[in-house]
């Protein structure tokens, strides 16, 4: 698998948070999964690709142990930070490499990703490891770009897809033993194109591990 070098991450770190239309993503990402699976304080969940925990830290507090994964040390950082500023302590950091895969088998009861699959030239490598990770019976929820014709992104670097075909993406999850699969579009981020404002939707995709 190859991934966007972390380095670039670990520059844009500290003003990640400074953009109001990662907030709205985050925010409309964290209540689809909300929404759409039964977390408790007893769930263990993993959140790959966590960033500065936009996401993640807002599901926090509904779950047992919530271990926050990334591969950026910078990324990681400012989610320190802000949990110290939260009080949050059921929050553990995990640095990760994109090639090197550490994440413990069958150990989570909830995995999530948010604009993160993009990134992965093999998609189906990535999937078969988050299976892995699950416990049996543990959740999937993965948010990103519907299928764009390349224009959603300034910079390409690091961009393996331009977004998915969500029933690819069903299939390819049905064929790894995922049941209960359901898809919504949980936000749509508007961009000015040289055409105009332009309007690119995020799908959330929630299942089980049989």
């Given amino acids: 698998m190859s991934a966007e070098p972390p380095r670039d991450f670990d520059q844009a770190a500290a003003a ?3 953009k109001p239309q990662r907030r709205q993503l985050a925010a409309a990402v964290a209540a689809g999964i909300a929404a759409a699976i039964p977390l408790h304080r007893g769930m263990r969940a993993l959140e790959y690709g966590c960033g ?3 996401v993640g830290l807002q599901l926090a507090s509904q779950l047992g142990q919530l271990t926050a994964a990334d591969a ?4 990681l950082l400012e989610l320190q930070k802000k949990c110290r500023v ?3 302590d059921n929050v553990t950091q995990l640095q990760v490499a994109p090639d090197c895969w550490l994440l ?3 150990a989570y009861d909830l995995l999530f990703a948010s604009m993160v699959l993009h990134h992965f030239a093999d998609t189906g490598a990535l999937l078969r490891h988050f299976r892995g990770a699950l416990a049996p019976g543990g959740y999937l929820a993965l948010a990103d770009l519907a299928e764009e014709d390349g224009s959603f992104h300034d910079n390409p670097h690091g961009i393996a897809h331009h977004g998915f075909d969500r029933h690819s993406l ?3 999850l049905q064929q ?3 049941c209960d699969l359901r898809d919504t579009t949980v936000h749509t981020i508007d961009k000015e194109r040289g055409d105009g404002m332009r309007a690119y939707p995020v799908f959330l995709i929630t299942g089980k591990k049989a």
């Fill in 16 to 18: 990640w948070d400074e």
């Fill in 52 to 54: 500065t925990g936009l």
């Fill in 72 to 75: 950026s040390p910078g990324m």
């Fill in 86 to 88: 939260l009080g949050l």
């Fill in 104 to 106: 413990a088998e069958a």
């Fill in 170 to 172: 069903i299939a390819s």
């Fill in 176 to 178: 790894l033993g995922f």
